[in-house]
Structures are given as C-alpha cells and as structure tokens.
C-alpha cells in the first residue's frame, strides 16, 4: 500500500511562481513512476508531467502546455516528488493531483490508467 499526500498548493497571481510537493509512504518510491495531473472544474483530469523511477538515467514528460514553465523532480531520501510552477496563467487553475506507478512499469506515462496510487489533491488557483 502506498499513500500519497500533496501539499503547497494556494492563491498566486498570474506570472507567479509555485512549488507543489507529493510525499509517498512505503519502500518502493524510488521503484516508482511518478506523475502530476490536474483537474479543472467541469474537465477531464489530465497530464501535466511525469518522472521515470530512479536509475541510472531519470526521464521526464511533460504536457504541451506546461512545457518549458514547469519542473518535475524527485527526492529519493525525503520519498518525495516534486512541481515547481512558473509563469503561471490562469488556465492553470485546477486540482493537482500526484499518482504513482509503483512497479515503474510506464515510465513517463501520460495516460490515468497506467498509475496505480493517487493523492487526495491540492488546490492552486492563479488569478488574474
């Protein structure tokens, strides 16, 4: 079993900056494929970026709308995955959600199907 708790989301004017943080349970983090989706009110959840389990190369996926502005890492030692949020619009208001891939079976995967563990969300709203 793994738990997933994100934390840091809030209130940030457009062009800010955010960092959103998913701490995971369990032994198995850095054996996981990790991933950010979001959710908006009324839409689909859907990919914002993911990060390949721990090896000797650590690959990353981002959604085309976020590209360029948003950074996903890890932390083995705090089992801890990360998104740093920059020159943040509007449309980026939503839900974020951190999932996990405990046996790194799709690395970098963009599809909801292909994670197994989700957290509970944190909210970021950016206004304009």
């Known amino acids: 079993q793994v738990q997933l708790v994100e934390s840091g989301g809030g209130l940030v004017q457009t062009g800010g900056s955010l960092r959103v943080s998913c701490v995971a349970s369990g032994r198995t983090f850095s054996n996981s494929a990790m991933g950010w989706f979001r959710q908006a009110p009324g839409k689909e959840r859907e990919f914002v970026a993911a990060i390949s389990s721990s090896g000797t190369y650590t690959n990353t996926n981002y959604a085309n709308t976020v590209k360029g502005r948003f950074t996903i890492s890890r932390d083995n030692a705090k089992n801890t995955v990360y998104l740093q949020m920059n020159s943040l619009k509007p449309e980026d208001t939503a839900v974020y959600y951190c999932?996990?891939?405990?046996?790194?079976?799709?690395?970098?995967?963009?599809?909801?199907?292909?994670?197994?563990?989700w957290g509970q969300g944190t909210q970021v709203t950016v206004s304009s």
């Open positions: 999932a996990a891939d405990p046996a790194g079976k799709f690395p970098t995967s963009s599809y909801v199907r292909d994670y197994y563990y």
